[in-house]
């Protein structure tokens, strides 16, 4: 799925894997070029520098709730907004390695509809 930022003018191309989940609660509802407000999560590693395909997490990034699971902020150079799971800052020094080398988008979050992985914790 392309989701377009308005702001920044970026498509990001996101996994929704919400129907496999679950039937009630998923991003069926999703109309072509109707406006809404998406939260995606990033899947990859902490790196030391800034490489393609990645984005800056600030050491004191806000903890941000999505249903039962945490994330942290996440930014490019464009000010496009990622979030980036608490689970993977075990162990990371982000004064070292900021920046985070994502491999994957997932949309986790439109408007107020949460993607079932968020809602149950997993």
Not at 45 to 57: A, K
Not at 72 to 99: F, Q, R, W
Request: hydrophobic residues 40%; aromatic residues 10%; negative net charge.
């Amino acid at each position: 799925m392309e989701i377009l930022n308005e702001e920044t003018g970026t498509i990001d191309e996101c996994l929704d894997d919400s129907s496999f989940a679950s039937d009630w609660v998923n991003f069926a509802f999703l109309q072509f070029d109707a406006p809404c407000h998406c939260r995606i999560e990033l899947l990859g590693r902490f790196v030391e520098g800034p490489v393609p395909d990645s984005v800056h997490v600030l050491p004191d990034a806000p903890v941000i709730a999505v249903g039962r699971r945490s994330f942290v902020e996440a930014s490019n150079d464009k000010g496009d907004v990622y979030y980036v799971s608490t689970a993977e800052l075990e162990g990371i020094d982000l004064e070292k390695t900021p920046y985070y080398a994502y491999t994957r988008k997932d949309l986790i979050q439109v408007d107020g509809v949460i993607h079932p992985r968020c809602v149950w914790g997993i």
